[in-house]
């Protein structure tokens, strides 16, 4: 996804700091379906998932001279933006005066029943993979950005198993995406 | 030191996650320039969310687009135009006017027959609150003034500590990268809190510099301090405080065994309290 005739992520960065609309328009056209996807993870509901990728964009925009390449990747680097983006909202008056809530607490607990957020059957897919209770442990870190004493508190294992536990979920995820494990 | 250990602690994927505290969070940082071993672990977290991540991908409406881009021109064509809140601030006077009327409508009415009278009394109207605003005003200004200079010595400040850290930060990525310099791992002893604590050495040179990524706080009487055992004997090398995040220099030695660190009284011993004895580490 990285990698294109256009531009190399060098260059895109560059050009992105230029305010450029040309490579914002690349930008958009090659990770806007990621992002969304991502934020569509935390709010399953199209409007508002809208609104936020919108948000996360002009971030994107304003931000983007803060980014160094040196610390990481741009992709990663969006990434949190869209997390912090949508973890945000969730956690914001509108959100809860919606009822919200409890559609991604459902979510959280009835992973089986309840899949409608999770429409990308690739996705799906490697989540489905996960024992429930590591597919719960990264929904609740990554996803919904709750802290090691919230998720301890919500799935009732000790404070040190919570980050072991992550670990050995994310070597899974490895295993599965065939990705090099050293 | 062994990595392993912060390897498989799991502490990197909240590091990576935004979940850890602060202090903590700086502890991984100043790992990650240290070890290259460490850093390949983050960017090996960081493959594997973004590849979790790429699986799910959703298009969002066309009208997204087109909405961001709208938005974008404009924010593009303000960027240049922030003179705007120097006409608002200009805006302001308007209030003497908007404070006056009441004061003129009643005076009109009694002034009939005495429009002198009326006049004294809409001058002195005007001039209570002309004072009043321009004292307030100037109280207003003077305190924005004081807010100002605040975060003038506040961004002064901050930018001071970073300017030394950088200065830190490429010494010590210097020395790292020195090719005379010997790394000597500093390993915690049985007992003792778990520390990472390194020694870098030039044998050519005989400097010595010293980082501790986390040895405990000492309390205020005390102080740490550096061992060069020499022929089975130990030799002080100094004391210190704290060498957190940044290479601090110690005395120059031709020759060592070994460098250990103990907690000694402030100002240092003279022989070392070997049950206070942290780190240590071989030469060779």
Known sequence: ?182 | MDLSCIISSGDLELYFLGLLPKEETEKVDALIILFPEIKAEVDRISETLEAVSSYATVMPGPHVKENLFKQLKELKSTESVSSTEIKEQQKEPAFIEKDTPPGKVVSMKRSGNNSLLAAAIIGLVLSIGAVIYLATQNSRNNQELVLMEQRVNELNTSLNQQEQQNLAYSQLMQIMQDPNYTHINLQQVPGKPEALVKVFWNKQSNEVYLFDVSLPEPPSNKQYQLWAIVDGKPVSAGVFDNAKQRAQKMQDFAKADAFAITLEQRGGSAEPTMEEMYVIGTTS
């Open chain 1, 1 to 182: 996804m990285l990698t294109s005739e256009l531009y190399t992520e060098e260059s895109l960065i560059q050009q992105l700091k230029l305010h450029d609309e040309q490579a914002f328009n690349y930008l958009y056209d090659n990770y806007s379906k990621s992002l969304f996807g991502i934020i569509y993870q935390i709010i399953p509901t199209q409007e508002i998932a809208e609104d936020v990728v919108q948000q996360v964009f002009i971030k994107i925009w304003k931000n983007i001279d803060s980014f160094e390449p040196s610390k990481g990747r741009l992709y990663t680097w969006m990434l949190n933006i869209t997390r912090n983006q949508a973890i945000d909202y969730t956690r914001s008056k509108d959100f809860n005066r919606q009822g919200q809530t409890i559609a991604i607490t459902k979510n959280v607990y009835n992973t089986e029943s309840n899949t409608a957020a999770i429409r990308d059957t690739g996705f799906k897919k490697i989540l489905e993979q996960l024992p429930v209770e590591k597919r719960k442990l990264i929904e609740l870190s990554y996803f919904l950005g709750y802290t090691q004493e919230e998720i301890s508190k919500i799935m009732d294992i000790p404070l040190g198993t919570v980050k072991t536990r992550l670990r050995n979920t994310l070597i899974d995820l490895r295993k599965m995406m065939n990705l090099k494990s050293t």
